[in-house]
Each structure stands twice: as C-alpha cells, then as structure tokens.
C-alpha cells in the first residue's frame, strides 16, 4: 500500500466524451505526476503537478488537463476522448526531498469505445 | 527517447539468478527501477543517481554506468514472489533532477516458477 488513491478503478466512455479521473496523493506529499500506460507498455509522463501549479508536459495534446488542489489531491481531464485514449492512468505522488522517489496508485482503467 | 530494456522477457526458476538492462540514448542524471506486478501499481525498487555507488537491498542490486548510459538490476537467487514487470524509468541529465518525470522503458515480463 502507496497512500495514493485513485477513483474510479475503471471507467467506459464513448469517443467524444469528456472524463475526469481522481487522485488522493499519499500524506505529506507536495508532488503530483500523472502517466498513461498502454497495454504491454511502460507508463509515459502526462503532466506534474507542484504546489498547484502545472510543473512540466509531456507529449500529450492540450485536451489533457489537469488541477492540483490545497491538500495536494488532483484531478486528471481528458476532453473530446479519442479511441487511442484507451488505457491505465497512473497517478503517482512524491516529495521534493531530493529523492524522488514515486508512490504509485492502482490506476484507473479508462475504455473508450 | 523511451530507454531500451533487455531482454524483454525472462523465465526463471526459483533460485536462479537474472539480469535486466537499461540503455539509453542520452546523457542521464538518475536511473529509477520499479516493479508492476499484474493489476498492481508500479512499486518503487531504487534509485540510482549520477556520481552515486551501486544500491542494493537483499537479493536486489543495480548499477548506473554513466559513460554508457546503462543500468542493470541483478536479482539474486529468485524467488516466486519477484515475478512481475520491471521497469526503468530515466531523467535526462539537464543540471539535476526533474523531480519524477521519468521516461519509462517498455519493461521486461520476468516469471519466476517453483
């Protein structure tokens, strides 16, 4: 056990569709980094989130978004879903005390159709 | 660039030894190894930074060659509960840290049988 809890676990949306997913980092860490990891993958870096604020983008569309809120929790939002949007989204918290290390949650299975 | 891992897939029995490389095409600041097993979140394993010594714990080791940008984990003496999908996951070395925005590999399946 991380700390980090996600919600929903899984999740099926339609091609076009908008969806939010959650994220409840582990107590005492400031840090959110949100990946996508495809089937057979490794996972790859969406955004990071530091102090509310967007602290680096991978190579992903601006249709995925992102907030940060007071007590470190985060939310992930991906507009106008695409059939390619298929996969796990990981969440994964941490502390800037140099040494990063990441504490994953159990992800959250999105299926567009 | 998504380092390179190899092999992709290993099959051991108990007891035996194996190995997991990392390569990559760009200077590295830190090489991080994590552990997925089957509907599981990735469990931190170790991280090892530039100008650092060789980590270990129990049967678990690595090494970081930064001339070759590589890294191997060793995992000694296996046993059924190593089974999983390895993971290595690099920050580039632009002056330090990226704070966890890793670069993951593909992962390497490792099974481990009785």
């Known amino acids: 056990e991380t700390g980090v809890t996600q919600s929903p676990t899984h999740l099926i949306k339609t091609r076009g569709q908008q969806v939010t997913l959650r994220c409840s980092s582990q107590s005492g860490h400031n840090t959110v980094s949100w990946y996508q990891q495809a089937l057979g993958q490794g996972p790859q870096f969406i955004f990071q989130?530091?102090?509310?604020?967007?602290?680096g983008r991978g190579n992903f569309p601006p249709r995925f978004s992102g907030l940060q809120f007071p007590n470190y929790s985060s939310e992930l939002n991906v507009n106008a879903l695409e059939l390619d949007d298929s996969a796990l989204y990981l969440c994964?918290?941490?502390?800037?005390?140099?040494?990063?290390?990441?504490?994953f949650g159990s992800g959250t299975q999105l299926s567009v159709l | 660039q998504q380092p390179v891992q190899s092999p992709q897939a290993v099959i051991l029995r108990e007891g035996e030894d194996a190995v997991i490389n990392c390569s990559s095409s760009k200077a590295l600041y830190s090489v991080h190894w994590y552990r997925q097993k089957h509907g599981e979140a990735p469990v931190f394993l170790m991280i090892l930074l530039k100008g650092g010594e060789q980590k270990g714990h129990e049967k678990i080791s690595a090494s970081f060659n930064e001339k070759k940008q590589q890294s191997s984990l060793y995992l000694t003496a296996s046993q059924l509960s190593y089974s999983g999908t390895y993971f290595c996951?690099?920050?580039?070395?632009?002056?330090?840290?990226?704070?966890?925005?890793?670069?993951f590999g593909q992962g390497t399946i490792l099974t481990v049988h009785p």
């Open positions: 996951g690099t920050e580039g070395d632009a002056g330090g840290t990226s704070y966890g925005k890793l670069t």
């Open positions: 994964a918290s941490s502390y800037r005390d140099g040494s990063e290390k990441l504490f």
């Open positions: 989130y530091y102090r509310e604020e967007e602290n």
